[in-house]
């Protein structure tokens, strides 16, 4: 069963640590997206990928937010200093061309920044 | 640019009713168009799409929407709710051209099932 996986599913820090996040898209699927959700704003793109390049990370903050594909295998998710807004449920998706924008999305990682 | 607009952020049915959730959306050209529903702490699943051809399309568990052009509309029915169907559901937009694919969510309707 083809499924995106995140880990850690839970993560709680303290303020100013760095965090980082994983995401193992489906096999085959060459277009990742990070998506935070909050109540407030409800569902955000923070970058998207696409054969391992970065297309698109106009939403995500740069001084302290940076993603990464070191392989088609793996997207990382890094936060540096975190901060208590930060806190928030974090999502990978991934897909294809052919998908035409269908996301496969992870469980998502919870952060809490304390 | 493209916007998906959900109406009401939480709608409330009794089991067996019909369920009705609202999307429109703005796009210069019609996009492709997606229904994912929430459980709590999971991740987003697709419930339905409409790419081309019938405009009327059926999912999972029972949900169908109906894409409707002229009122740039694609709103999620199911005849008859189940407990089972609590959850937060969005509505997403995918270009139809450029080549990025890169899907825009609405802001997720809750919908509360009372026995």
């Known amino acids: 069963d083809a499924r995106v996986t995140q880990t850690p599913r839970h993560k709680v820090t303290e303020m100013g640590q760095e965090v980082t996040m994983r995401c193992q898209p489906i096999?085959?699927?060459?277009?990742v997206f990070w998506y935070r959700q909050t109540m407030m704003q409800g569902l955000e793109l923070l970058a998207y990928?696409?054969?391992?390049?970065?297309?698109?990370d106009s939403g995500m903050p740069k001084d302290r937010f940076s993603a990464e594909m070191p392989d088609a295998t793996l997207a990382t998710l890094k936060i540096q200093p975190s901060e208590p807004r930060d806190s928030a449920v974090y999502f990978c998706?991934?897909?294809?061309?052919?998908?035409?924008?269908?996301?496969?999305f992870g469980q998502g990682t919870r952060l809490t920044v304390v | 640019a493209q916007s998906v607009t959900q109406l009401g952020s939480h709608v409330s049915v009794s089991e067996g009713a019909l369920v009705l959730l609202r999307c429109n959306y703005s796009s210069s050209v019609p996009p492709y168009l997606f229904w994912y529903v929430q459980y709590p702490n999971q991740g987003l699943q697709l419930l339905l799409k409409y790419t081309t051809g019938a405009t009327l399309v059926k999912g999972i568990n029972g949900f169908e929407a109906e894409f409707k052009k002229s009122e740039t509309s694609f709103h999620l029915t199911k005849p008859s709710a189940h407990m089972s169907d609590a959850a937060e559901y969005f509505c997403a937009v995918s270009p139809l051209s450029g080549g990025s694919y890169i899907p825009t969510f609405g802001r997720g309707t809750s919908l509360i099932v009372h026995p």
């Open positions: 998706a991934s897909g294809t061309p052919g998908t035409r924008g269908e996301a496969f």
């Open positions: 096999l085959g699927h060459n277009t």
């Open positions: 990928f696409r054969n391992r390049a970065p297309l698109d």
